[in-house]
């Protein structure tokens, strides 16, 4: 399910590349893959779906302002002072329709018209929830403008960092706007906690006739020894409700961002209890997505470096697995520092994704923490590989106060005095544990669901069992 979600979040997202009116082209055009090619006719569809209030022609743009999106990402440093920073984000042009208030309120009805409901301009109640339209607080819902927006492939970026001069990466922006490179300077002060810098990014080589304001990027310096905490967001930091197709949407797009439980109390207490230790959000939404999850995260959790699906399809390896390629990454650039992976047992591809990162990397993979969405969400018919994980590394809570043990002995685990998860370790659950066939049981569980939930909708009769019924299910 957190699959489905996450293409058809990929398909909102490249929706302006199906038609050359929404491409801005720069100096250096890349050839598109052969990936992007098969997707092209999907990507029509659903640019026409969305785009269908839009005017396609490129003088609608807003002050004629390229721009670039970027997130706090992590560096490294060198004895010797020498900092390596991932730089990474998608560059983009914002059309007038996009930043347009009844535009976007237009904008929001298409997709809420997916989930059954409509918004009004000051409160929308649904069955279930209630949807506040404010164009101007960020974290109410996604941002329509980083999707109705112009791609800039082919363009040169520059670096500069506290008012030097700027410098030319060796990277140009990719078919869909995005780019990815690590770029070093030189910074002579001592580091013994991730401190934050700013930095500046801007892009070259388009038409003169653009504007190219530089964006400022933060990034955070994290020391080559201590503890990282690497956490998945959804249904884990951030309420989802992946197996809810319905619900899933409504969370990605409509809804504020709203903490699971109290799970950022106990963030902040890791965070006390160790204040050296690096936090590192990484999730399966795509990059243009990042202006809620930053916000969101930034505003309940304590603050750190972020990782998302990239908009580039480059490799189908990495389009398909971008979770464990990223929090490899991470792993690579800091071999010194001592990793705890966090996730949910609702999202296959952390199972998956964690589970290779432990057998690939053993020393420094200290202790994977899952919560088991089944203890207290009795809809979710998503079946968890949990063979997938070592045993010897797990643990398995069904609530916070669970992790109690765990916040105790954390400043251990991160000084190097204990290993794993300092004994707090469950183990696999007893009864059936699945391995590789929770993928089709999964597949059979959903397919039941959604038959008996959605194709009879809201007239279904009250016998009719659906794991989905909001009935049951309340916000």
């Not at 930043?99 to 997916?114: H, I, K, M, S």
């Not at 202006?291 to 490799?315: E, M």
């Amino acid at each position: 399910m957190d699959l489905l979600l996450a293409l058809l979040a990929v398909l909102l997202a490249l929706l302006p590349s199906s038609s050359v009116a929404w491409v801005v082209g720069c100096a250096n055009k890349p050839a598109p893959s052969t990936l992007e090619r098969v997707a092209a006719p999907a990507l029509a569809i659903v640019s026409t779906f969305l785009h269908s209030n839009c005017s396609r022609l490129a003088a609608n743009f807003d002050s004629d302002i390229l721009q670039i999106a970027t997130w706090p990402t992590f560096a490294n440093i060198t004895a010797a002072g020498s900092v390596t920073v991932h730089l990474t984000g998608y560059a983009l042009g914002v059309p007038m329709c996009a930043t347009d208030p009844l535009n976007r309120l237009y904008w929001y009805n298409r997709v809420a018209g997916l989930t059954g409901h409509t918004i009004e301009m000051e409160t929308a109640y649904t069955r279930d929830v209630t949807m506040r339209w404010d164009p101007d607080f960020q974290p109410t819902s996604m941002v329509p403008e980083d999707y109705l927006s112009f791609l800039v492939h082919g363009a040169g970026l520059t670096f500069s960092v506290s008012g030097s001069q700027p410098r030319a990466l060796q990277t140009f922006t990719g078919r869909y706007g995005h780019f990815d490179t690590f770029e070093s300077f030189e910074l002579h002060q001592p580091i013994d906690r991730p401190t934050p810098f700013e930095a500046a990014l801007e892009l070259t080589g388009c038409d003169s006739d653009y504007k190219t304001p530089p964006r400022p990027s933060l990034h955070y310096i994290v020391p080559p020894k201590g503890l990282t905490i690497v956490s998945d967001v959804d249904d884990i930091l951030r309420q989802a409700y992946v197996w809810d197709f319905t619900k899933a949407l409504q969370y990605l797009f409509l809804i504020p961002f709203r903490p699971w439980s109290n799970m950022n109390t106990t963030f902040h207490q890791w965070a006390d209890r160790v204040p050296s230790a690096h936090f590192h959000y990484v999730t399966d939404a795509p990059e243009t997505s990042y202006r809620k999850y930053v916000v969101g995260l930034d505003h309940f959790y304590p603050r750190g470096s972020h990782a998302f699906r990239p908009i580039d399809f480059s490799s189908l390896s990495k389009a398909m697995s971008p979770r464990y390629w990223n929090v490899r990454r991470l792993i690579e650039t800091f071999p010194e520092r001592r990793f705890v992976l966090i996730g949910d047992t609702a999202t296959s591809s952390t199972l998956s994704a964690y589970g290779r990162l432990a057998k690939e990397f053993p020393t420094q993979v200290q202790c994977i923490i899952m919560r088991n969405v089944d203890a207290t969400e009795p809809a979710n018919w998503i079946l968890p590989n949990l063979k997938s994980l070592p045993a010897d590394k797990l643990l398995l809570f069904n609530r916070t106060s669970e992790l109690r043990g765990f916040t105790r002995v954390l400043p251990d685990i991160a000084a190097g005095k204990m290993t794993g998860c300092g004994g707090m370790e469950t183990g696999l659950p007893s009864g059936k544990v699945y391995g590789w066939e929770a993928g089709i049981v999964s597949a059979y569980k959903g397919f039941r669901v959604y038959v008996a939930c959605q194709l009879l909708s809201e007239q279904r009769p009250s016998w009719v069992y659906c794991r989905l019924d909001r009935r049951s299910l309340k916000v």
